[in-house]
C-alpha cells in the first residue's frame, strides 16, 4: 500500500481555485440524462463517482462526448434502455441516484459496487422505490443488523407517481434520487418525509439544479416535497466549484496560521460546506466574502467550539483534525449519519485522532475532542478520501504524518495532492 508523508509548512500566504462539485456534477449528469436534446455541462470534475456516472449513462443510452478536460456534451436518448450490469465502485450518490433513474422503465438491471458499497444500506430508498414503481427492486446483500445493501436487481416499468414516503433519518441522497426522477414519473410525484430530514442543504442543491433546467420543486419545511409531471429543459450549465474541497485549504491555512483566498467559488452556494467558514470565524479566524471568492486570515491560534454539523455533514473530518490542535473542547454532535460513509468516519476518526495521542469520546452521533499536542503518525484511510485530505492538513503543523493510500483522493477530488503542494 502507498504511503505519502506530509512535509510541515510554516505560514500560508496564497490564493487557489478549486475543481467542480462532484455532487453538483451527478445531478447535472442525471437531468441531461432526462432531458429532451443536448446539455453542455463546463468545469466537470474527473472524479471518480462523476466518471462512474458518466459511464453509466452512456450504457442507459445518453451519448456522451467530451469536448475539452472539463466540458461535455449530453445528448440523452427516446428512451434510456439497458439490460446487463453497471458496477459504480465506491460511487455512493452514483449507487443511489442510478437506483430512481434505472427505475423510470430502463430495462433488467444489477446494479452493484466495491465490496465497502456492498455494506452500505440503501433500504429506505429500495422500499419507498417499490412501493410506486411497476416492476420490483431486489438489494441483494445485508448488513450484521439485517440493512438492506447491494447489488440492487432492479427490472421495472416506471415510477407511478402520486404519494412516496421515505424515511429522512439516514440519507438524503435517497430523496435527492427520488425527486431528480421524479419529473418523468407517470404523474406528479409528492414525497413524504417520515422523521427528521438529514443534511437539508443537499436536497437544496438538488432543487436548485433542477430549477435551472426548468422543473420548480415545492419543498414544504422538508416534510414533503410535490414534483411535476413535466420534462427537464436541456441547456448549457456551469457546474460550481467544491465547498467541501475547499475546506482542507482554508483548513490549513487556520491552524497553521496566515492567509489564504479561494477563488472562483459561490459564497451564497447552495451547498451547505459553504458555511464551514463561519465555523473557522467562530475558532477565532477572520474571513472575507467576496463576489466570486472567500478569504481567510488566521493567527494559527484557535479555540474550541461546540456545534451541530448536520448540515456540514462532508467536513466533520475536517472539523475533527483542526480540533485536535485547537484551545480547549471541540464538541461535534447530529453526525449519525457518518456512519454510513465511505467507512464509519465516527469510529475512524476515534481510531486515528487517538493513535496521535488526542483523546476523542465518540458516541453514536457525536464526538467529543480535546485540544492538544498531536504526534505524527502513520494515518489509516479505511479507503475514505476525506480520511486522507483532513488528516493531510494535520501534517502541514505536525511532523511525521503518514498518509496510507492516499491516491483514494481520486473518488472526489484527483487533484487534491497537486493543489496541496502547492501551498
Known amino acids: 500500500m502507498q504511503t505519502r508523508e506530509i512535509t510541515p509548512k510554516e505560514k500560508i500566504d496564497t490564493s487557489i481555485s478549486i475543481p467542480g462539485s462532484k455532487s453538483y456534477a451527478n445531478r447535472a449528469l442525471v437531468i441531461a440524462a432526462l432531458a429532451k436534446g443536448e446539455t453542455i455541462l463546463s468545469n466537470v470534475p474527473s472524479c471518480d463517482d462523476v466518471k462512474y456516472m458518466i459511464e453509466a449513462i452512456k450504457l442507459l443510452g445518453a451519448k456522451v462526448v467530451r469536448t475539452s478536460p472539463t466540458q461535455i456534451n449530453i445528448t440523452s436518448p427516446e428512451q434510456l ?15 443511489r441516484f442510478l437506483t430512481s433513474l434505472i427505475s423510470l422503465g430502463v430495462g433488467n438491471v ?27 427492486i431486489i438489494a441483494k446483500n445485508k448488513t450484521d443488523k439485517g440493512e438492506r445493501c447491494p447489488p440492487l436487481k432492479i427490472n421495472s416499468l416506471g415510477l407511478k407517481g402520486g404519494v412516496i414516503k421515505l424515511e429522512g433519518d439516514t440519507s438524503s441522497q ?156 471541540t464538541k461535534i454532535t447530529n453526525v449519525a449519519n457518518l456512519k454510513v460513509k465511505e467507512t464509519n468516519r465516527i469510529a475512524a476518526l476515534k481510531n486515528e485522532l487517538t493513535k496521535c495521542g488526542i483523546s476523542v469520546e465518540a458516541g453514536d452521533d457525536y464526538l467529543i475532542i480535546e485540544g492538544g499536542k498531536p504526534k505524527g503518525v502513520t494515518i489509516s484511510t479505511y479507503d475514505d478520501h476525506r480520511m486522507a485530505m483532513s488528516f493531510a492538513v494535520l501534517g502541514l503543523k505536525v511532523p511525521g504524518v503518514k498518509i496510507e493510500n492516499h491516491t483514494c483522493v481520486t473518488k472526489s477530488f484527483p487533484e487534491f495532492w497537486e493543489l496541496f503542494e502547492s501551498l
Open 81 to 95: 434502455h439497458y439490460d446487463g450490469e453497471i458496477d459504480v465502485g465506491g460511487a455512493g450518490t452514483t449507487m
Open 110 to 136: 444489477t446494479l452493484t459496487g466495491n465490496a465497502r458499497m456492498c455494506e452500505r444500506p440503501i433500504e429506505d430508498l429500495v422500499q419507498a422505490l417499490n412501493t410506486n414503481i411497476d416492476g420490483t
Open 174 to 329: 435517497y430523496l435527492t434520487s427520488i425527486i431528480l426522477c421524479a419529473p418523468k414519473a407517470k404523474k406528479e410525484v409528492k414525497v413524504e418525509i417520515i422523521g427528521e430530514l438529514t443534511s437539508k442543504p443537499f436536497v437544496d442543491m438538488t432543487i436548485d439544479v433542477m430549477k435551472e433546467f426548468g422543473v420548480e420543486v415545492i419543498n414544504n419545511n422538508y416534510e414533503n416535497f410535490i414534483v411535476p409531471k413535466t420534462n427537464y429543459n436541456p441547456r448549457e450549465y456551469f457546474i460550481e466549484s467544491d465547498s467541501s474541497g475547499v475546506s482542507y485549504f482554508l483548513a490549513a491555512a487556520a491552524i497553521l496560521g496566515g492567509k489564504i483566498r479561494i477563488n472562483n467559488i459561490n459564497p451564497n452556494s447552495a451547498q451547505g460546506d459553504i458555511h464551514f467558514i463561519e465555523i473557522l470565524e467562530k475558532m477565532g479566524c477572520k474571513t472575507t466574502k467576496g463576489e466570486n471568492y472567500l478569504e481567510l486570515e488566521s493567527t494559527g491560534e484557535l479555540n474550541g467550539i461546540e456545534i451541530d454539523m448536520n448540515s456540514m455533514i462532508d467536513t466533520v473530518q475536517t472539523l475533527a483534525v483542526i480540533a485536535s490542535v485547537a484551545k480547549g473542547t
